[in-house]
């Protein structure tokens, strides 16, 4: 009954490979969220995502492209693999943003990203 | 530029005790606070948060207290137990912003002694 699960967990790549994490929520929300925990475990949002629609995106590398199939998936690929890439990544969710309770976002384990 | 901010990166009291963790946060926007828990290896999990229309919110052991003023807001855990031991995040929110986006401070780690 894993409310917002991950895959996968770990990851370990070599610079310039292409790879994917995926997300999955089952707690009927609608908005999804893709966090970077760097090295200095700063949680910084990356991309989310409302109803499939694309609502924040900071200053991300383009390298970085969130997609949403469904309001219960947000899947994260990144291009071109660095090494400044190495971090914990974090998926979200929550309500509708404006709804009560909304701010409360639910957070999946994480994937350990390493890249050598 | 840190608009969050815990500045005790550890903190170590003693099982019974009472836990005070800080945060302070630059940006008067803020209106929606929050506090997270989060255990090794595992996702922050979701403890109590507290709207700029407040001043105290309580839920069981966990009361966070928010001084507007200040900037400031505190969680209070009383009595603290072993199993509280973890990395605490205070995170913001600005509603204006329509979008849900937390910004959060660097954390905490709390340590409760048996």
């Known amino acids: 009954d894993t409310a917002v699960s991950q895959t996968p967990k770990y990851l370990v790549t070599q610079m310039g490979n292409d790879k994917s994490i995926k997300c999955e929520q089952n707690l009927g929300h609608d908005t999804m969220y893709w966090y970077k925990q760097d090295s200095k475990k700063f949680l910084k949002i990356m991309f989310s995502y409302n109803n499939k629609e694309l609502i924040i995106n900071e200053t991300v590398p383009n390298r970085f492209s969130p997609k949403s199939p469904d309001k219960a998936h947000l899947n994260l690929h990144i291009n071109s693999l660095e090494l400044g890439d190495s971090a914990v990544y974090f998926c979200?969710?929550?309500?509708?943003?404006?709804?009560?309770?909304?701010?409360?976002?639910?957070f999946g384990p994480g994937t350990r990203l390493t890249v050598t | 530029d840190q608009q969050v901010k815990q500045n005790s990166p550890s903190l170590s009291v003693q099982e019974g005790r009472i836990s005070i963790l800080n945060c302070d946060y630059t940006?008067?926007?803020?209106?929606?606070f929050l506090w997270y828990k989060k255990y090794p290896a595992e996702g922050p999990t979701f403890l109590i948060s507290?709207?700029?229309?407040?001043d105290k919110n309580e839920d069981g052991r966990f009361t966070v207290f928010l001084n507007k003023s200040a900037k400031h807001l505190s969680l209070h855990i009383v009595p603290s137990q072993p199993g509280d031991s973890a990395v605490y995040f205070c995170?913001?929110?600005?509603?204006?912003?329509?979008?849900?986006?937390?910004?959060f401070g660097q954390g905490t780690t709390l340590q409760v002694k048996p």
């Open positions: 940006n008067s926007m803020f209106d929606y």
């Open positions: 995170a913001a929110s600005a509603s204006r912003s329509n979008t849900g986006k937390l910004i």
């Open positions: 507290i709207s700029s229309i407040k």
């Open positions: 979200a969710s929550s309500l509708t943003i404006g709804t009560s309770g909304a701010y409360e976002q639910y």
